[in-house]
């Protein structure tokens, strides 16, 4: 079941950063660009870790 939760969180996590890019680019958002990089990534690692762990 955790392997099914991390394979869904790195999705998410993988939807999450081209989001992020496209903001930086249209509005010119830098700081919520960087902001949404780091969510995530950080979504992403915590989906990575679960996947890993079982």
């Known amino acids: ?3 099914l939760i991390g394979r869904w969180l790195q999705m998410i996590g993988m939807i ?3 989001v992020g890019l496209m903001i930086g680019i249209v509005r010119g958002n830098v700081g919520l660009e ?3 990089l780091f969510i995530g990534g950080a979504v992403f690692l915590i989906g990575w870790l679960l996947a890993k762990k079982s």
């Open 16 to 18: 999450i950063l081209p």
């Open 34 to 36: 960087v902001r949404l």
């Open 1 to 3: 079941m955790s392997v």
